[in-house]
C-alpha cells in the first residue's frame, strides 16, 4: 500500500555533504519526491526545519564528536527507519580509514596542533559509522551515492516495500559493460571487493576500482590480498588501499591477515 505524506529527516554529520548534494541535485524527480514525503528536517535545502517524530530519517557522515554521538541517538529514538547514505555513514568514510589502529590523537593535534577537548564545544573523538551508534535498517552506499539508488529506496518504501540492497562487487557491473578485466592486466582493481552501483565507472575508463563505494557483504578481503601479493604490490599497500573507503568493516576483516 502506498504511503504517502511520510515525514523524513535527511540530517548530515562529519563528511563532505556530497550525499546530500546528490538529494538536491536530481532535479527531475525531487519535485515528485516531495509531493510524497513531508521533510520535516533538512539543513542544506530548508531554514524552517522541525525536529519532530520521523518515519525515515536519512543519516550522512560519520559520528566524529561527542555531541555528534548524541545528536544521532536523539534521531533514532523518534524514527522508525534508519537510511545510512554514502561511505561516511556506512562505513566511517575516508576519515575512517586508520579505525582500529590507534594513534588517532597523536594525528589529530598534527593537524590541530591542539589537545583534542580544546577544538571546538563539543569532544571530538575518532570517526566511526553511523552504525556503531545506532540501529541502521538499510544503507545506500557511495562516495558520493548515486541519486538512482537513493531514489529507488526511497520508491520501495513510500510503496511499504521493503528496499532492495544490492550485494554485488564491481566486477558484475564490469562485465555487463564488457569491460576487459584489469586485474588480469596487473593493475591493483579493487573492483572484486567493493559494493557495487556506480556502473563500474572508474574500469569502464581503464582505471582501477579504488573502492569508493565501500565493501559489499561477502567481500574476500584475504583472496584479494593474496591477489595482489601475487601481482607484486606491497602487504601494507594493499592494506593501505583496502582500508581507503573499507572504515570499520575493512578493520575488522583485516584482523585475519597478519
Not at 18 to 39: K, M, Q, R, S
Amino acid at each position: 500500500m502506498r504511503k504517502t505524506n511520510l515525514k523524513v529527516g535527511i540530517y548530515e554529520f562529519t563528511g563532505c555533504a556530497g550525499d546530500a548534494l546528490a538529494v538536491i541535485h536530481a532535479e527531475d524527480e525531487l519535485l515528485d519526491f516531495l509531493t510524497v514525503v513531508n521533510v520535516s528536517s533538512f539543513l542544506m535545502a530548508k531554514s524552517d526545519n522541525v525536529e519532530e517524530k520521523l518515519d525515515v530519517a536519512v543519516l550522512e557522515g560519520s559520528i566524529s564528536t561527542e555531541e555528534q554521538a548524541r545528536h544521532v541517538k536523539e534521531i533514532a529514538a523518534r524514527s522508525k527507519t534508519i537510511v545510512a547514505i554514502g561511505v561516511c555513514a556506512a562505513f566511517g568514510g575516508i576519515q575512517g580509514m586508520k579505525i582500529g589502529q590507534g594513534g588517532w590523537e597523536e594525528r589529530f593535534k598534527k593537524v590541530y596542533a591542539k589537545n583534542p577537548s580544546e577544538v571546538g564545544t563539543s569532544m571530538p573523538m575518532e570517526a566511526r559509522p553511523v552504525g556503531d551508534f545506532v540501529k541502521v535498517d538499510f544503507v545506500v552506499p557511495g562516495c558520493p551515492i548515486d541519486k538512482d539508488q537513493f531514489l529507488k529506496i526511497f520508491t520501495r518504501l513510500i510503496n511499504g516495500a521493503s528496499p532492495e540492497q544490492l550485494s554485488m562487487p564491481v566486477c558484475v557491473e564490469c562485465k555487463w559493460n564488457g569491460n576487459e578485466c584489469l586485474l588480469l592486466k596487473g593493475a591493483p582493481c579493487l573492483g572484486t571487493i567493493t559494493a557495487c552501483g556506480c556502473g563500474a565507472a572508474c574500469p569502464s575508463y581503464n582505471i582501477p576500482c579504488f573502492g569508493c563505494w565501500g565493501l559489499y557483504d561477502g567481500a574476500n578481503i584475504m583472496a584479494q590480498y593474496h591477489l595482489l601479493l601475487e601481482k607484486g604490490y606491497n602487504g601494507d599497500d594493499i592494506k593501505a588501499r583496502i582500508r581507503n573507503y573499507g572504515g570499520s568493516k575493512a578493520a575488522e576483516l583485516l584482523k585475519e591477515i597478519a
